[in-house]
């Protein structure tokens, strides 16, 4: 790969939900934890898990397979948390596992395609196709919308 | 203005913008026609000029403004880089560096460059530098500044002047500075005059009289004056007229005068002339001389002070507390397992070590304490202001503005002081004809006090106005629907006089831009609750209220009480707690579908956290429950938890940018173990 493709790629952190790979670009990666206990936080949205203690900061964990309504997360060995930074805001979600760090080139970033039925598709903001996979590109700051509960 | 806390601040930058102007300087030394760095130049001594002038410091302010002015000369192409002229710049420049070092020594940064201003104003006027031919020369003209040419005088005015020594009158020459931003030049020079006038005669002043009148000077103009009066009586008397910055009185004898004119008729002859001077200067000098000193002496008492004390960065500071913070976190931790090993020499190392963290917290946290005189500052000013445009007369009274608060705390309460003291304005204090029907002098009081009490800081604003109308408050709480009839009688007029916090509630009769639509004391009321605190209200009609705020001193760090429900655990700050205790089953009653117990002959709700919080897990039936009973203001409930763990003092989190408001949980805290634990808002839970 030479320097010139270089700058037209991005850099993105590739995971698993479901059946499918989903990827958001590293700027807005903090880190990757293994999973660790959760504090429940009551009254708010079933997909947030609750909070947990990362280095001192408390930190918010949601479960992103069930904010983008793809059911509820089996947590087992394999599950990561990823820990977004947007803005002043820390999050992290969490996946099923975290599998590559890729860079695509932006032109092979296509807009979601309208056919697609489901609730997911609100939080999608590209889908790119890198030899026979496809990485779906990730809308964080719609996922990631702050909430306020219990008001 | 008390200027101190910005002292370091300002020799620290002046030293910097110096230090620039020195290296700019000697660049263009190198390259005379780059205007790029003359520019460089100006912006450093403009700078410069502003902050001492701010500071009070008037010889460096007028030293850097004649030299702004040069520098704007070349800038505009109206004067050339020579040699000559950087000489005389880089000596303004090293005299600013002396006033400055002086200033951080502890002085006054006072400093005679009347000769440096000449010599700068002769370039910019377009003549040329003077430039010393001998060294002795140089000399002379150093001392010679001590008695300036100041005046001229025609042949006239020196007969007058003989005249007046011969009868035992002196006469003075008299430098005086207006301060920069004078309004009314002409004004100041009208009371100068008339001072003079009173002790004397004024024979001369330049610029002339329709100048001044006209305000065609800068700030500085010169007088002479022929009066029997001491040189330092008039000197302080000119002191006395407002906006004048400083004032010089030098004695002329005939003599000089005489010389100086000969000066000028003669320029060949001058070296002769000045070295015959010079002896009656060195006695000029040397009266000079030790009333400088006393002026230099003064402000060095207070050198010792800013030697002990360093400037820290607040962002250090607020590092250094959440390494702290970690700390707590880990004492914790060794607390918890030393307990659980039991091993009597790590015991005894974890309780040493908690003591000495202790100590650590109470100095750390005092670190961090801001006197509140940083927010009360503002309100001279705002309430002077809101009198005015309320057509009020109301006199401010700041008591104890030296009380310490956190600083996290200090960042939140401007605004609710601000609506506190602007409600007492337009609603608290009459205007001044119904103040006098009623008998009351016709400038109101408003006192804000700030004080120290236990752990908690005390903020109380008190108007002598016109108190709380019970009808009235309670007429518009029923018409708003806060209050039933019912209730509206049982309540006490404390009770009553809360409810203007409620929100939707206004009393004033015309809503006024100042205290808006009764919003501001609801959110009062919700701004201080978030730090932790409470807000009071005592009030009697006709005379006053009373506005009391109590605030914890350290958001930071909080004491809880640790408990358990289920698997989770849930810290209870122990401020809103009163006590715990164990209750059976059988003395929960029912009222009204809420389970209450009698507590102390007080009937108190009680309240299941398990379903507050919805916890996991299957539905128990104990004989026992153990109760947290937390309090609100007068209200009180009782947290029914499945155990109690124990009192802890917690490091006080948010819960993050995405987690906003959340129900009854007011943030967290890391435990021990590292895990979690939630910490319960009891205000929210107490309806």
Known sequence: MTEAVDVQNVKVVVFQLADKEYVIPVTHVQGIEKLTHITRVPKTPSYVKGVINLRGVVTPIIDLRNRLGLGESNLNEASRIIIITLEDMNVGVIVDSANDVLDIPTDSIEPQPEVVGGFEEDYIAGVAKLDSRLLILLHMHLVLNPIKSGV | ?687
């Open chain 2, 1 to 687: 203005m008390d200027t101190s806390q910005y002292l370091e601040m300002f020799i620290e930058e002046s030293k910097e913008h110096l230090q620039a102007c020195n290296e700019h300087l000697l660049e263009l030394e190198k390259n005379p026609e780059d205007i790029a760095i003359v520019n460089e130049v100006f912006r450093s001594a403009h700078t410069l000029k502003g902050m001492s002038a701010t500071m009070g410091y008037e010889d460096i302010a007028n030293l850097t403004h004649k030299m702004e002015n040069v520098l704007d000369e070349i800038r505009n192409n109206r004067l050339h880089v020579t040699a000559d002229l950087l000489d005389v710049v880089f000596t303004a420049v090293d005299q600013l560096e002396e006033m400055v070092l002086d200033i951080a020594a502890g002085g006054n940064g006072k400093l005679d460059v009347a000769d440096t201003v000449q010599k700068l104003h002769a370039i910019e006027t377009g003549e040329e530098v003077p430039v010393a031919a001998t060294t002795v020369e140089e000399t002379v003209t150093v001392d010679s500044s001590n008695v300036q040419n100041w005046l001229n005088y025609d042949d006239y005015e020196l007969t007058v002047i003989q005249q007046s020594l011969e009868q035992d009158y002196h006469t003075y020459e008299i430098y005086v500075k207006l301060r920069e931003d004078c309004l009314l030049k002409a004004a100041r020079v009208y009371m100068v005059f008339e001072l003079l006038e009173k002790m004397g005669d004024v024979i001369k002043s330049s610029p002339s009289v329709e100048k001044l009148e006209e305000e065609d000077f800068d700030e500085v103009f010169y007088i002479a004056l022929v009066t029997n009066e001491p040189k330092d009586d008039v000197q302080k008397k000119l002191m006395k007229v407002s906006e004048v910055t400083e004032v010089v009185v030098q004695a002329v004898t005939l003599e000089q005068l005489k010389t100086r004119q000969q000066d000028e008729l003669s320029k060949v002859e001058e070296e002769k002339q000045v070295a015959v001077q010079t002896p009656e200067q060195t006695s000029e000098t040397t009266e000079l001389q030790p009333e400088k000193k006393e002026k230099s002496s003064a402000p060095k008492g207070n050198t010792p002070t800013s030697s002990k004390t360093i400037r820290v960065n607040i962002e250090r500071l607020d590092v250094l507390m959440n390494l702290f913070e970690e700390l707590v976190i880990d004492r914790g931790r060794l607390q918890s397992i030393s307990e659980d090993l039991r091993n009597a020499e790590l015991d005894e190392t974890v309780e040493r070590m908690s003591r000495i963290t202790g100590d650590l917290q109470n100095i750390i946290l005092n670190m961090r304490m801001v006197p509140v005189e940083t927010v009360f500052n503002r309100f001279p000013r705002m309430v002077r202001q809101l009198a005015r445009d309320l057509n009020k007369k109301i006199n401010l009274e700041v008591i104890g503005a030296e009380t310490e608060l956190d600083r996290t705390v200090i960042d939140e309460i401007g605004d609710p002081l601000v609506h506190l003291i602007r409600n007492s304005l337009d609603h608290g204090i009459e205007s001044p004809e119904v103040r006098k029907s009623k008998g009351k002098p016709e400038e109101g009081t408003v006192v804000l006090r700030a004080y120290h009490s236990g752990n908690h800081v005390f903020i109380e604003i008190e108007d002598d106005g016109a108190g709380i109308n019970r009808e009235k408050v309670l007429k518009k709480a029923i018409s708003r629907g806060i209050v039933s009839e019912e209730v509206a009688l049982t309540l006490t007029d404390k009770q009553v006089a809360e409810l203007i916090l409620s929100s939707g509630f206004s009393t004033a009769d015309v809503i006024s831009d100042v205290s808006g639509r009764g919003v501001g004391l609801d959110v009062v009321k919700t701004t201080i609750e978030s730090l932790g605190g409470t807000i009071e209200i005592s009030s009697t009609e006709g005379k006053g209220s009373l506005f009391s705020i109590q605030l914890p001193l350290t958001l930071s760090i909080i004491s809880v009480m640790l408990v358990e429900l289920g698997e989770e655990i849930y810290a209870i700050p122990l401020s809103s707690i009163i006590e715990t205790a164990i209750i059976r089953s059988s003395d929960i009653l029912n009222a009204h579908n809420q389970k209450v117990i009698d507590f102390r002959g007080k009937v108190v709700p009680l309240v299941f956290l398990e379903d507050v919080f919805d916890v996991p897990r299957e539905s128990t039936k104990e004989e026992f429950h153990s109760v947290v009973l937390v309090r609100k203001g007068d209200k009180m409930a009782g947290l029914v938890v499945d155990s109690f763990i124990g009192q802890q003092e917690v490091v006080l989190k948010s819960l993050g940018a995405y987690l906003t408001s959340v129900f009854a949980i007011s943030g967290a805290t890391i435990l021990g173990n590292g895990k979690v634990a939630l910490i319960v808002d009891c205000n929210a839970l107490i309806i």
